[in-house]
Nanobody
Framework: EVQLVESGGGLVRAGGSLTLSCATSGFTSDDYNIGWFRQAPGKEREGVSC????????YYEDSVKGRFTISIDNARKTVFLQMNSLKPEDTAVYYCAGDIYSLSPFLGWFLPSSYNYWGQGTQVTVSS
């Protein structure tokens, strides 16, 4: 059974940094994608970034390009989201999600419906 566990959220001032981690287990092959999503109160869940375990391709939502970096530690089976220059509008619950069916390029990476597995979420709060 695939399991995803997020950690690393917290409270940070605008301009600060946080690194989120998504520890994965249960994948039976190296062909999967891990996405990061966020959901603010009253808003829909939106795709932030995604990485392909098989070929390392990365994807970013426009508002986080240049500020967020997604990476994967294959040995530890953990995906990281380094978030710099944080803004109050980045405040949300952040989720990691796993997809085992999509091939590269992963054109639907930003759609929640593209993913089969979800973590429990971690809160990120950016104060102004």
């Amino acid at each position: 059974e695939v399991q995803l566990v997020e950690s690393g959220g917290g409270l940070v001032r605008a301009g600060g940094s946080l690194t989120l981690s998504c520890a994965t287990s249960g994948f039976t092959s190296d062909d999967y994608n891990i996405g990061w999503f966020r959901q603010a109160p009253g808003k829909e869940r939106e795709g932030v970034s995604c990485i392909s375990r098989s070929d390392g391709s990365t994807y970013y939502e426009d508002s986080v390009k240049g500020r967020f970096t997604i990476s994967i530690d294959n040995a530890r089976k953990t995906v990281f989201l380094q978030m710099n220059s944080l803004k109050p509008e980045d405040t949300a619950v952040y989720y990691c999600a796993g997809d085992i069916y999509s091939l590269s390029p992963f054109l639907g990476w930003f759609l929640p419906s593209s993913y089969n597995y979800w973590g429990q979420g971690t809160q990120v709060t950016v104060s102004s």
